[in-house]
């Protein structure tokens, strides 16, 4: 016979597990869900920022413009010349009063590609273009100044293959430019035809190239990129030489072409078409072949497998490979410089 204590405790448990209980349960069991998955997305942005801070680390490591960095690019290089071949011409080059046989007319642009000013105002400072094979340099034109208060002039020299120039306060960003005549160089002449120097402090000497700044800044992140990619493509390689997987399938058009000569009907050829950019294993192929030709997998399984095996070419051919290591090596130093020179330059 059931107590009256007895019923009060059935009830006391039955409240236990009522509805609003239940409801509680599985909103704890959502909460944990979702604490979880923060849990697990935190760690994977934080993955993703200790990887963008080592990346950015190794920029900043790289990058090649200091503080204080000076550009000399040349640009817009013409040859002025008169054939050697027809003697006499009517024409004549000359060059105050001195008869020239040939010319090189070109652009020198003075650019502050740093981040912090070189000189003061009212403070000059000078830098010389020098050609140093010590063929005559003549300035032609006047000097094209940005912003136009930048304070530059030419100034005279007694060296006739150098070109100076006095400046005051240059900026970041500032740049002047001018235009020059390389006088009598040897047909063969493939110099740079003037070079920078200058006595700036924090600075050794002026970069001079014919490159832009990005490209500058590209190259040097390529030439750290290029070795370690064509390292991995040549391991690659050299891997699949000694160790070549000897089991490898694929059904290529080719293929299907000599299984056709070979008498297979083109009701088995549909089965094995589609799979022309599918690698498969010995053991897996077969399998896969067992499955879409039923009965009729062992008349034709010897010439299937003869055309559809490709050797042990898990990798790409060698030349490709290292092509493709320099072209990849190429996009992410552009990519690079971009960033690089986009926040740094600043």
Same mark, same amino acid.
């Given at each position: 016979?059931?107590?009256?204590?007895? !019923?009060?405790?059935? +009830?006391?448990?039955?409240?236990?597990?009522?509805?609003s209980? !239940? /409801?509680?349960?599985?909103?704890?069991?959502?909460?944990?869900?979702?604490? =979880?998955?923060?849990?697990?997305?935190q760690?994977?942005?934080?993955?993703?920022?200790?990887?963008?801070?080592?990346? #950015?680390? $190794?920029i900043?490591?790289?990058?090649?413009? $200091?503080?204080?960095?000076?550009?000399v690019?040349?640009?817009?290089?013409? *040859?002025?010349?008169?054939?050697?071949?027809?003697?006499?011409?009517?024409?004549?080059?000359?060059?105050? /009063?001195?008869?020239?046989?040939?010319?090189?007319? &070109?652009?020198?642009?003075?650019?502050?590609? /740093?981040?912090?000013? !070189?000189?003061?105002?009212g403070?000059?400072?000078?830098?010389?273009l020098?050609?140093?094979? +010590?063929?005559?340099v003549?300035?032609?034109g006047t000097?094209?100044?940005?912003?136009? +208060?930048?304070?530059?002039?030419?100034?005279?020299?007694t060296?006739?293959?150098?070109? =100076?120039?006095?400046?005051?306060?240059?900026?970041?960003?500032?740049?002047?430019?001018? *235009?020059?005549?390389?006088?009598?160089?040897?047909?063969?002449?493939?110099?740079?035809?003037?070079?920078?120097?200058?006595?700036? =402090?924090?600075?050794?000497?002026?970069?001079?190239?014919?490159?832009?700044?990005?490209?500058r800044?590209?190259?040097?992140?390529?030439?750290y990129?290029a070795?370690?990619l064509?390292?991995?493509? %040549?391991?690659?390689?050299?891997y699949?030489?000694? #160790?070549?997987?000897?089991?490898?399938?694929?059904?290529?058009?080719?293929?299907?072409?000599a299984m056709?000569?070979?008498?297979?009907?083109?009701?088995?050829?549909?089965?094995?078409?589609g799979?022309?950019?599918?690698? &498969?294993?010995?053991?897996?192929?077969?399998?896969?072949?067992?499955?879409r030709?039923?009965?009729?997998? %062992?008349?034709?399984?010897k010439?299937?497998?003869?055309?559809?095996?490709?050797?042990g =070419?898990?990798?790409?051919?060698?030349?490709?490979?290292? &092509?493709?290591?320099?072209?990849?090596?190429?996009?992410?130093?552009?990519?690079?410089?971009? !960033?690089?020179?986009?926040?740094?330059?600043?």
């Amino acid at each position: 016979m059931t107590t009256t204590n007895e !019923i009060l405790t059935t +009830n006391v448990d039955l409240r236990c597990c009522a509805p609003s209980n !239940i /409801g509680s349960m599985g909103a704890t069991t959502v909460v944990d869900r979702a604490a =979880s998955r923060f849990e697990q997305w935190q760690k994977i942005a934080t993955a993703i920022a200790a990887a963008i801070g080592v990346i #950015w680390a $190794g920029i900043r490591f790289l990058y090649p413009i $200091g503080p204080t960095d000076l550009t000399v690019q040349i640009s817009d290089e013409v *040859a002025i010349g008169l054939p050697s071949s027809v003697d006499p011409l009517p024409l004549v080059l000359e060059f105050q /009063g001195r008869k020239i046989q040939r010319a090189v007319a &070109f652009r020198a642009k003075l650019l502050n590609t /740093g981040t912090t000013p !070189i000189g003061q105002v009212g403070k000059a400072w000078t830098i010389e273009l020098r050609n140093r094979s +010590n063929l005559t340099v003549i300035p032609v034109g006047t000097v094209l100044r940005s912003p136009g +208060n930048v304070a530059a002039k030419i100034i005279p020299t007694t060296k006739e293959n150098v070109v =100076s120039l006095e400046l005051e306060l240059f900026n970041p960003g500032d740049s002047i430019q001018l *235009a020059l005549m390389l006088l009598d160089p040897p047909n063969d002449y493939r110099e740079l035809p003037v070079f920078g120097e200058a006595r700036v =402090s924090g600075l050794s000497e002026p970069i001079t190239t014919r490159q832009e700044v990005r490209e500058r800044i590209r190259d040097r992140f390529f030439a750290y990129l290029a070795v370690p990619l064509l390292i991995l493509a %040549s391991a690659l390689i050299v891997y699949e030489r000694l #160790w070549p997987a000897k089991n490898l399938y694929r059904p290529t058009a080719r293929a299907l072409s000599a299984m056709k000569e070979e008498g297979v009907p083109d009701a088995v050829l549909e089965k094995l078409a589609g799979d022309e950019n599918r690698g &498969f294993s010995e053991e897996g192929y077969q399998s896969e072949l067992r499955q879409r030709l039923g009965s009729e997998y %062992s008349q034709y399984q010897k010439s299937i497998l003869k055309h559809a095996h490709i050797g042990g =070419s898990v990798f790409l051919i060698a030349p490709f490979m290292l &092509f493709a290591a320099l072209t990849l090596a190429m996009f992410i130093a552009n990519a690079l410089a971009w !960033i690089a020179f986009g926040v740094l330059s600043k």
